[in-house]
């Protein structure tokens, strides 16, 4: 009596226009107060303890990370080294589009950031070249959904809290089943493109793709800094998260340079000798390759015994002077070797005006309208999921207490069900619900009752977890709630009939993905467990 009452009141209060947290939080209070055992006290009680969660403190900095990161200088150099990669085969610069959303996925955790990060330079690009603006918002809906794919992804994290499976074999498994998304959209672009003759741009030649991804490349060692990090035994997924807030902070303040005081300033301008510039680039690559070396080092080989601070740093010494000189010999023209101490001497003006200038601005770096603008943001987002999360913990508190999941088991294995079938049910379920919920509110409602379940059928808990987030994916760009749907419409200026017509061919293409997600575990399952083990759950 008291499961089908439960779920009556969350389906009443929805449809009735209650946000999902108040929803959640409030059928799951009148249960525990009319209907159960447990005391009212325990509401306070679980809800301290879902407070308490330190997993979940990952969300608030991987949002915060992804708003420093989804400024529109990161944007843009993703997709002009994604450009330089793909973009001279036929209808490339969509399939650049798709190159750009998994590696801006790598950096957000968050698809509608992917989706107005990318979205708003790539479909006006797409058009000036001759794409339909229908073609154009279609593919970056959908191409946008892989930011709670690949890792790292908020969505995990919060599958993760609901369930206690490893928040770093979950990152691990989004991988695969990300890269194979994301070809199959490309692919789908490619036979679209060749059957209406689409445009492909110039091939700029391997210098471009280097040029491009040295622009990039202090947005992307993000994916290596928090992935590094876990993986190699440095810190664990929250701990990264705070050092992945730390870093976007200081790149997009301070390197990249797109926010903030010194928003605009470059660091080189045009009134520089070439010798002068010469010598900084030639010292900026060197200390770059120095501090990744120290970084990488340092994850490969923090347990290794006989490897010091010492004998790492005078290895990257040694190879750092090495990228000095093949640098200065490559671009100093005819000086040589011997023209190398000069023009590092002329660059010391340039170093040493850009330190006054970050030096200066440290302060007011923390307190800029631009910085306070992105922390207000982030910290909204932030206590929107954290109230949802919190009640949806307390919801599934009371689907335990009622042993609720175990009745729908026993009902489910009586009925013949298999694992086989249990997915099918499961797709069709998230299908539904993910039409009308926010994924992060309908993960955490579905969760606690499938999870139990899928144990008992012998379904692995990690592969569980992809194959939701794949639902959670599709839910995005399906009508009548997809929230990429929305945010495609306002970046676009169309109607959500005219989005949802655009993205109706590619959703297809990810309902196929869904069924092999779903079908072949191994994708999901391979990478995680090759590195870290099988997952452990104790039922």
Same mark, same amino acid.
């Given at each position: 009596?008291?499961?089908? @009452?439960?779920?009556?009141?969350?389906?009443?209060?929805?449809?009735?226009? &209650?946000?999902?947290?108040?929803?959640?939080?409030?059928?799951?209070?009148?249960?525990?107060?009319?209907?159960?055992?447990?005391?009212?006290?325990?509401?306070?009680?679980?809800?301290?303890?879902?407070?308490?969660?330190?997993?979940?403190?990952? *969300?608030?900095?991987?949002?915060?990370?992804?708003?420093?990161?989804?400024?529109?200088?990161?944007?843009?150099?993703? *997709?002009?080294?994604?450009?330089?990669?793909?973009?001279?085969?036929?209808?490339?610069?969509?399939?650049?589009?798709?190159?750009?959303?998994?590696?801006?996925?790598?950096?957000?955790?968050?698809?509608?950031?992917?989706?107005?990060?990318?979205?708003?330079?790539?479909?006006?690009?797409?058009?000036?070249?001759?794409?339909?603006?229908?073609?154009?918002?279609?593919?970056?809906?959908?191409?946008?959904?892989?930011?709670?794919?690949?890792?790292?992804?908020?969505?995990?994290?919060?599958?993760?809290?609901?369930?206690?499976?490893?928040?770093?074999?979950?990152?691990?498994?989004?991988?695969?089943?990300?890269?194979?998304?994301?070809?199959?959209?490309?692919?789908?672009?490619?036979?679209?493109?060749?059957?209406?003759?689409?445009?492909?741009?110039?091939?700029?030649?391997?210098?471009? @793709?280097?040029?491009?991804?040295?622009?990039?490349?202090?947005?992307?060692?993000?994916?290596?800094?928090?992935?590094?990090?876990?993986?190699?035994?440095?810190?664990?997924?929250?701990?990264?998260?705070?050092?992945?807030?730390?870093?976007?902070?200081? !790149?997009?303040?301070?390197?990249?340079?797109?926010?903030?005081?010194?928003?605009?300033?470059?660091?080189?301008?045009?009134?520089?000798?070439?010798?002068?510039? !010469?010598?900084?680039?030639?010292?900026?690559?060197?200390?770059?390759?120095?501090?990744?070396?120290?970084?990488?080092?340092?994850?490969?080989?923090?347990?290794?015994?006989? !490897?010091?601070?010492?004998?790492?740093?005078?290895?990257?010494?040694?190879?750092?002077?090495?990228?000095?000189?093949?640098?200065?010999?490559?671009?100093?023209?005819?000086?040589?070797?011997?023209?190398?101490?000069?023009?590092?001497?002329?660059?010391?003006?340039?170093?040493?005006?850009?330190?006054?200038?970050?030096?200066?601005?440290?302060?007011?770096?923390?307190?800029?309208?631009?910085?306070?603008?992105?922390?207000?943001?982030?910290?909204?987002?932030?206590?929107?999921?954290?109230?949802?999360?919190?009640?949806?913990?307390?919801?599934?508190?009371?689907?335990?207490?009622?042993?609720?999941?175990?009745? @729908?088991?026993? &009902?489910?294995?009586?009925?013949?069900?298999?694992?086989?079938?249990?997915?099918?049910?499961?797709?069709?379920?998230?299908?539904?619900?993910?039409?009308?919920?926010?994924?992060?509110?309908?993960?955490?409602?579905?969760?606690?009752?499938?999870?139990?379940?899928?144990?008992?059928?012998?379904?692995?808990?990690?592969?569980?977890?992809?194959?939701?987030?794949?639902?959670?994916?599709?839910?995005?760009?399906?009508?009548?709630?997809?929230?990429?749907?929305?945010?495609?419409?306002?970046?676009?200026?169309?109607?959500?009939?005219?989005?949802?017509?655009?993205?109706?061919?590619? &959703?297809?293409?990810?309902? !196929?993905?869904? *069924?092999?997600?779903?079908?072949?575990? @191994?994708?999901?399952?391979?990478?995680?467990?090759?590195?870290?083990?099988?997952? *452990?759950?104790?039922?």
């Amino acid at each position: 009596m008291e499961p089908a @009452i439960l779920f009556v009141l969350v389906l009443a209060l929805l449809f009735l226009g &209650v946000p999902v947290a108040v929803s959640l939080g409030l059928s799951s209070l009148l249960i525990i107060a009319f209907f159960s055992q447990d005391s009212v006290s325990s509401v306070a009680l679980q809800l301290f303890t879902a407070s308490q969660n330190y997993t979940l403190l990952a *969300i608030p900095f991987f949002v915060l990370a992804s708003a420093f990161m989804s400024t529109g200088g990161v944007a843009r150099r993703i *997709i002009r080294f994604a450009i330089a990669s793909v973009g001279h085969f036929k209808g490339g610069l969509a399939m650049a589009s798709v190159l750009a959303c998994m590696m801006f996925a790598a950096l957000s955790g968050s698809s509608p950031a992917t989706v107005v990060a990318i979205g708003t330079i790539a479909i006006a690009g797409m058009r000036q070249v001759g794409y339909t603006k229908e073609f154009a918002a279609g593919i970056i809906a959908n191409a946008g959904t892989l930011g709670i794919l690949i890792p790292p992804s908020i969505v995990m994290v919060v599958y993760s809290a609901a369930t206690d499976v490893s928040v770093g074999r979950m990152f691990l498994a989004g991988v695969v089943p990300g890269i194979v998304a994301g070809l199959m959209l490309m692919i789908a672009i490619y036979v679209m493109a060749r059957v209406r003759n689409l445009p492909s741009e110039e091939w700029k030649g391997f210098r471009e @793709i280097i040029e491009g991804g040295k622009q990039a490349g202090w947005g992307l060692f993000l994916i290596i800094i928090i992935l590094g990090g876990i993986y190699g035994g440095v810190f664990t997924p929250t701990e990264a998260a705070a050092v992945a807030a730390v870093y976007a902070f200081a !790149v997009a303040l301070f390197v990249y340079r797109d926010m903030g005081p010194m928003k605009g300033i470059g660091w080189v301008l045009e009134s520089d000798t070439r010798r002068a510039r !010469v010598g900084f680039s030639a010292s900026v690559y060197g200390l770059a390759f120095f501090f990744i070396w120290m970084i990488m080092s340092f994850f490969l080989t923090s347990e290794w015994e006989g !490897v010091t601070l010492q004998g790492r740093a005078l290895t990257g010494l040694a190879a750092a002077l090495a990228v000095m000189i093949a640098y200065a010999l490559w671009r100093g023209g005819d000086t040589g070797l011997s023209g190398l101490p000069g023009q590092l001497a002329a660059s010391l003006p340039i170093w040493r005006r850009n330190l006054a200038l970050m030096g200066r601005n440290f302060l007011r770096a923390f307190y800029s309208e631009d910085t306070r603008k992105v922390t207000v943001d982030a910290a909204r987002t932030t206590v929107m999921l954290m109230f949802i999360i919190v009640n949806a913990l307390l919801f599934a508190h009371v689907l335990t207490a009622e042993r609720i999941p175990q009745a @729908i088991t026993g &009902v489910m294995v009586d009925a013949g069900f298999t694992w086989f079938t249990f997915l099918i049910a499961v797709n069709l379920l998230l299908l539904l619900g993910g039409q009308f919920m926010e994924p992060s509110g309908l993960l955490l409602i579905v969760a606690p009752v499938v999870f139990p379940i899928a144990m008992e059928l012998g379904v692995d808990p990690v592969h569980l977890g992809i194959i939701m987030v794949v639902n959670m994916e599709i839910g995005m760009i399906t009508p009548p709630i997809g929230l990429n749907l929305f945010v495609t419409s306002g970046i676009t200026g169309m109607s959500l009939l005219q989005v949802v017509r655009a993205a109706a061919p590619f &959703v297809l293409v990810l309902f !196929v993905f869904l *069924i092999i997600i779903t079908y072949v575990p @191994i994708l999901s399952t391979w990478l995680p467990y090759s590195l870290m083990g099988p997952e *452990i759950v104790t039922r």
